[in-house]
């Protein structure tokens, strides 16, 4: 059955989309990750609560977890909003803009180029490559797949617009003698025609304004789109065709200013707000010579990783001694690929642009401004990986192209094509068995390890957050012996230390923390609080004093100071610290029962109450919850309500009497 080029273009666009969203359905089943999913979501209570206008301002004035990205913040809120904290809901709505995406760049890349099989082909690799699934299946990874989509119909934007001013041009130019005709006779046509290209003229640039504004929001939503200015120039070379090699005209160049300073603001509030979050490693603890023998080796990686997509892990971490080897073969490498695509960019254009759209895109977070501890990540790849596809996938059809009138091709073409269809379904099972592994955080941790062995401390924590202290103590101490200035994997290390009572050990490697990173507010956090549980309560009061302030919108933080002052009876510093604590986790429970522990001892009976019931509603089957409600409704001359409390607490606990409201001071937290 012959079908016309459009029939067929729906229906490829339709199989693109059922195969993608099928290949990523089942994230629906999985759960958070306990990297970044925690501070994004679960405990961050701006999200947790959904829209509001204050969730809104926060969105776009803050800097939590180092980063601005307001309409990110804003999509989970709506997820919350629908699906509360079910990872489901989150994981699906991941899953449908990577769906879109693929059928985004699928008809941007036909309009394009007016090329189908070439532009289904390359959308099915993004699609389907195992290397974009930490982009869909991590649900703190929804800045990537936004980001993206609003990435994707800027390009399309601009597109249409570059595509109606090279129309509008030709117009005018075939115009021209006849225009001047009907000017000089007199006649209405040529002012007609004049009208109606100024008419054209404001229809183009309502696109460029488009293209702007959709720029705009994926900048708001990740940061890492600030070079797409260059990535246009290189559009503008192919496919548009809007200028010959390295001869750009002065419009071409003009046009990009607008882009250009949306980067420029872009950046600086990025720098800014990492800086001040401490993500971005000074030139001191991380010089110039290793940045650039770390991006050599990290783009050979990523060049690697693209063909063979095996070992693949959640973590690679930064050494501070790459192999020289390595460095230079990569060095090498890329150099020898980037002449190759110059020597190729009149006659292979595509290769030109593919090439450096994968070299260009990869810049913001290949780690010569390092932020964070990874030298690479999977994810980085979900928009650089498109160039690299779109140069494979032309410079082939090319290569074929001449070969399409010889009889002997209609013979092996069958074959090529099944070739073609290998490579697709292979990737499809690459893909579908790299998102098992993303169910739940020890199973991912689990597999990384067998990849990269700095993945020991993410999965320390797996193991912790599911009560396996010993085994996730000795994850950590192998991660802390791999990386002993991995204070993140040391921090692990004491907090479990402490929670197993082996308390004089978890101070010392608390104390060697700061040492070595004075600002570092979850040692900070953590020292006080162990510091706490052994008594040396001076001591105690400086860290976590010191914690509040490097983190004042951490809850936990909060807590354990106004634990403090209750432990001191100082009953005015606590009622404001567990207070702060509840303005950024309002059903925090331990919180509204020390508060109203606080507010009792200072004869505020009403106060006190109100928060022992909202500890009772959100831990019912807590008894010092009932207990202390009890004894506080007794001490306000209720002595029903209270009988029933305290008959509700002994029945939780029966070896407990309620002796003592002082059973309301919980242990203070670490994290």
């Not at 650039?292 to 060049?303: F, K, V």
């Not at 020292?527 to 004042?552: F, M, N, Q």
Request: include cysteine; charged fraction near 15%.
């Amino acid at each position: 059955m012959n079908l016309e080029p459009a029939q067929l273009g729906r229906r490829l666009l339709l199989l693109l989309g059922l195969l993608t969203f099928l290949c990523y359905l089942p994230v629906v089943r999985h759960d958070f990750i306990n990297i970044d999913d925690r501070y994004y979501i679960l405990q961050n209570p701006h999200v947790r609560t959904g829209l509001t206008w204050g969730n809104v301002a926060w969105a776009f004035t803050t800097g939590y977890a180092s980063n601005w990205h307001p309409l990110t913040w804003l999509s989970h809120m709506v997820d919350c909003q629908l699906f509360g904290v079910n990872p489901a809901g989150h994981h699906l709505v991941n899953a449908l803009l990577h769906t879109a995406n693929t059928l985004l760049l699928f008809i941007g890349l036909k309009r394009a180029t007016g090329r189908l099989w070439p532009s289904a082909f390359v959308a099915a690799l993004f699609g389907w490559h195992p290397l974009h699934v930490e982009s869909v299946a991590w649900a703190s990874e929804r800045k990537d797949v936004l980001s993206t989509f609003f990435f994707l119909l800027t390009l399309m934007a601009y597109g249409r617009y570059q595509s109606k001013v090279s129309s509008l041009k030709s117009k005018v130019a075939v115009d021209a003698a006849s225009q001047a005709t009907c000017r000089i006779e007199g006649r209405s046509e040529g002012i007609s025609r004049i009208t109606h290209h100024a008419s054209q003229t404001h229809h183009a640039s309502l696109w460029f304004y488009l293209a702007l504004v959709l720029f705009v929001l994926g900048l708001m939503c990740k940061p890492m789109l600030v070079t797409l200015p260059f990535l246009l120039l290189l559009l503008d070379y192919w496919p548009f065709a809007r200028f010959s090699f390295f001869r750009p005209p002065a419009r071409v160049i003009w046009e990009k200013l607008p882009f250009l300073a949306l980067s420029l603001v872009s950046s600086i509030i990025t720098f800014l707000v990492q800086n001040a979050g401490g993500a971005v490693s000074s030139l001191e603890t991380i010089p110039v010579r290793l940045r650039i023998a770390t991006s050599l080796e990290a783009y050979a990686q990523y060049l690697f990783k693209t063909f063979w997509p095996e070992r693949l892990a959640a973590i690679y971490a930064y050494s501070s001694h790459p192999d020289l080897g390595a460095v230079v073969g990569s060095g090498l490498l890329l150099l020898f690929l980037s002449v190759l695509a110059v020597m190729a960019a009149r006659r292979l254009p595509f290769v030109f642009t593919g090439w450096f759209w994968f070299l260009g895109t990869l810049v913001p977070v290949i780690g010569l401004v390092q932020v964070g501890g990874q030298a690479m990540a999977d994810r980085y790849m979900y928009i650089p990986s498109i160039g690299l596809f779109i140069g494979l996938v032309w410079l082939a059809a090319a290569l074929l192209e001449p070969w399409q009138t010889v009889s002997v091709f209609a013979r092996v073409r069958p074959g090529l094509y099944g070739v073609a269809l290998v490579l697709l379904i292979a990737c499809l099972a690459r893909t579908s068995f790299q998102l098992k592994y993303w169910q739940n955080s020890e199973m991912l941790f689990r597999h990384s390890l067998a990849a990269a062995s700095e993945n020991y401390n993410a999965f320390g924590k797996a193991l912790d957050e599911v009560g396996r202290k010993e085994e996730a103590l000795a994850a950590y101490s192998e991660a802390v012996r791999l990386a002993p200035h991995f204070h993140l994997a040391r921090c692990n290390l004491a907090t479990t230390l402490a929670d197993l009572g082996r308390t004089g050990e978890a101070i010392t490697n608390f104390q060697a923390i700061l040492r070595e990173d004075p600002r570092f507010a979850d040692a900070h956090h953590n020292l006080g609080s162990a510091l706490l549980k052994a008594g040396r309560i001076g001591e105690a009061r400086d860290h976590l004093l010191r914690a509040v302030s490097l983190k004042p919108e951490e809850p936990q933080v909060h807590y354990s100071l106004g634990t403090l002052f209750l432990i001191e009876s100082n009953y005015h510093g606590a009622v404001e610290q567990f207070s702060e604590a509840l303005r950024w986790k309002p059903n925090y429970a331990d919180a509204h029962r020390n508060l109203g522990f606080a507010f009792l001892r200072q004869g505020q009976t009403n106060q006190a109450i109100s928060h022992f019931s909202s500890a009772v509603r959100l831990e019912p089957n807590h008894p010092d919850a009932r207990f202390n409600l009890g004894l506080a409704l007794l001490e306000s001359g209720q002595p029903g309500e209270a009988e029933a409390q305290l008959s509700a607490g002994l029945r939780l606990s029966p070896e407990d009497t309620p002796l003592s409201v002082s059973r309301g001071i919980s242990p203070a937290e670490t994290d």
